[in-house]
């Protein structure tokens, strides 16, 4: 059974800083692009970030490039979301999100997804 458990979340002030987990199970954690996606209520969920599954490979939606960092660490089966200089319109329930090999933009070209983490950001 293949598990995405996110953890990190939390209320920050503007200008701060979270750093997200996606912990993975049940897949060959090596060989899947793993993303995150967020989600405010009554719009679509939104991709965020995307790294590839050899690491080498990342991609960031305009919003917050520059800001946050993906990496991951595929001895711990773990993909982190570093968010730097938070801004309120962060504010968010935050999803990672798995397929096989290369990273997509959309949700539904994702296989596994994790139960979400609550990002608010208060200005």
């Known amino acids: 059974q293949v598990r995405l458990v996110e953890s990190g979340g939390g209320l920050v002030q503007a200008g701060g800083s979270l750093r997200l987990s996606c912990a993975t199970s049940g897949l060959t954690f090596s060989t899947y692009a793993v993303g995150w996606f967020r989600q405010v209520p009554g719009k679509e969920r939104e991709f965020v970030a995307g790294?590839?599954?050899?690491?080498?490979?990342?991609n960031y939606a305009d919003s917050v490039r520059g800001r946050f960092t993906i990496s991951r660490e595929n001895a711990k089966n773990t993909v982190y979301l570093q968010m730097n200089s938070l801004k309120p319109e962060d504010t968010a329930v935050y999803y990672c999100?798995?397929?096989?090999?290369?990273?997509?933009?959309?949700?539904?070209?994702?296989?596994?997804w994790g139960q979400g983490t609550q990002v608010t950001v208060s200005s």
């Open positions: 790294i590839t599954w050899s690491g080498i490979g990342t």
């Open positions: 999100a798995s397929r096989p090999r290369g990273v997509r933009l959309t949700m539904e070209e994702y296989d596994y």
